[in-house]
């Protein structure tokens, strides 16, 4: 069993060893929700809960995925806290600092109700059990691909295919690529615990960052003309670029606005229905600044970039492309205009102040 902190123990995480390369630990739990319940967990509506902090660009993947298909009527959003400590992410957003729905003021504790001597750091996204309160999977890649196959039949009418048979191949051979030198890669150089593991990482990062601004030079999407799975996971990334990535993560050679084609592209789609409306700038910053205390140890949280340029025109459209195929936009949110996360979309939380801090 996981023995209690005592009592005034540091709880503050850290992420960097000296001398060390930064190397994520990618074992999930694996567990998947299929239609066939392969692993014991059926698709059913309302079974399930999405843990998906705003603040995290990987859970952020599935509050995209999960708004373009139009599942929020199916798995109900749960939306821990920007800040956590090294034990879980918290609820503090909601009254009570209780998940309205689970009834948890940690994360954990659902992590906990399946596996009690749990060893790896509890992360989001988590997919919990509502009737059992048990966590099903934390293995974000896979959650967004079996939201786009599995979950085909409770997607909104005029869904988008994020995941075309088709195309399978190279939008896995491009998100691998994405993820190891730029999802990944800003880590490698934040949490680098050398400078030449840092140095290393640095020019990995923005050797594909020159490889995607080419790449995007010509067309608008990643692979073939319309929005797909691996548009999803570049966005994220570059949506923190300039408000944490740059700076805190030493990530300076350039801003993200500074790259022409990039910042075209990440505006084209952050304008995209389902995009800007899951971001949360000020979220996403105070969880950098302060979750990460052994790189920011003052805890000051950065007043800028101004984040009102991600809502000027991209200009993206004269490439052609078609962004949702032959489907349709989500509806939109009750203020899209301010990239405040809908309160339809939070499952029972209240959205969070306006993001763009105007």
């Not at 299929?34 to 509050?63: F, H, I, K």
């Not at 596996?115 to 919990?128: H, L, M, N, S």
């Not at 594909?208 to 691996?230: H, K």
């Not at 349709?328 to 939380?349: F, M, Q, V, Y």
């Amino acid at each position: 069993m996981t023995i209690p902190e005592p009592e005034g123990a540091d709880l503050k995480p850290s992420y960097i060893e000296a001398g060390q390369p930064f190397n994520r630990d990618t074992h999930y739990i694996e567990d998947r929700i299929t239609r066939d319940a392969r692993d014991g967990w059926p698709v059913e509506p309302g079974r399930y809960r999405l843990v998906a902090a705003r603040a995290c660009p990987w859970a952020n993947r599935t509050a995209i995925v999960r708004r373009l298909l139009g599942l929020e009527g199916v798995i109900s959003l749960g939306l821990p806290g920007p800040t956590h400590d090294k034990n879980s992410w918290t609820f503090d957003l909601d009254p009570g600092a209780v998940d309205p729905v689970l009834g948890i003021e940690r994360l954990q504790q659902a992590y906990f109700a399946r596996f009690p001597d749990y060893p790896r750091g509890i992360t989001v996204p988590a997919i919990v059990d509502v009737p059992s309160g048990r966590v099903v999977t934390n293995n974000y890649p896979q959650i967004t691909i079996d939201f786009e196959t599995e979950w085909v039949e409770y997607h909104r009418a005029g869904a988008p295919d994020l995941y075309p048979v088709a195309l399978r191949a190279e939008i896995d051979e491009v998100a691998e690529l994405i993820f190891h030198d730029v999802n990944n890669g800003v880590y490698k150089c934040g949490f680098a615990g050398s400078q030449k593991s840092y140095e290393r990482a640095y020019d990995t990062l923005f050797a594909r960052l020159d490889w995607l601004e080419e790449r995007l030079s010509t067309q608008r999407f990643l692979v073939g003309d319309t929005i797909t799975e691996a548009d999803i996971r570049l966005f994220t990334t570059l949506a923190r670029f300039d408000a944490v990535y740059h700076g805190h993560f030493k990530c300076n050679r350039n801003k993200l606005t500074e790259m022409p084609v990039l910042w075209a592209y990440a505006r084209d789609l952050f304008q995209t229905p389902g995009f800007g409306d899951t971001i949360d700038f000020e979220q996403i910053k105070r969880h950098y600044y302060v979750t990460h205390s052994d790189i920011n140890p003052s805890g000051i949280v950065p007043k800028g970039p101004d984040a009102r340029g991600w809502l000027e025109p991209s200009g993206r459209e004269a490439l052609g492309g078609r962004p949702f195929g032959d489907g349709t936009p989500p509806n939109l949110p009750s203020r899209p205009s301010a990239c405040r996360p809908s309160e339809h979309d939070t499952g029972g939380t209240k959205p969070g102040p306006l993001s763009l801090g105007r």
